[in-house]
């Protein structure tokens, strides 16, 4: 079992940052990717950003390339994703989730989630 804890979220103004931490325990070693996933309100939970816990390797949704930036410390068996320049449509319910199977779509673990609150 691997246990998430986002932290980070709060209210910013537009073209304001926020950088947002997730911390995994337990079986940490079996991670293979570490994501961030977002929901608005009244909508459905949509992929942000995605790590490599061992290659580095990352992705991520369009609308946030260039704005957004996801890293992780495997020290601190945390995961990262700094936000600049944020709009208000970024506004929403920020989860950190995990997989152990690099070539699987499916995510097992997830975090409680933070709230980020973009104003215009």
């Known amino acids: 079992q691997v246990q998430l804890v986002e932290s980070g979220g709060g209210l910013v103004q537009a073209g304001g940052s926020l950088r947002l931490s997730c911390v995994a325990s337990?079986?940490?070693?079996?991670?293979?990717?570490m994501g961030w996933f977002r929901q608005g309100p009244g909508k459905t939970r949509t992929f942000v950003a995605s790590?490599?816990?061992?290659?580095?390797?990352?992705n991520y949704r369009s609308s946030v390339k260039g704005r957004f930036t996801i890293s992780r410390d495997n020290a601190k068996n945390t995961a990262y994703l700094q936000m600049n320049s944020l709009k208000p449509e970024d506004t929403a319910d920020y989860y950190c989730?995990?997989?152990?199977?690099?070539?699987?779509?499916?995510?097992?673990?997830w975090g409680q989630g933070t709230q980020v609150t973009v104003s215009s």
């Open positions: 989730a995990a997989r152990m199977d690099i070539a699987s779509a499916n995510w097992p673990y």
């Open positions: 337990g079986r940490t070693s079996s991670i293979d990717v």
């Open positions: 790590i490599t816990w061992s290659g580095n390797n990352t």
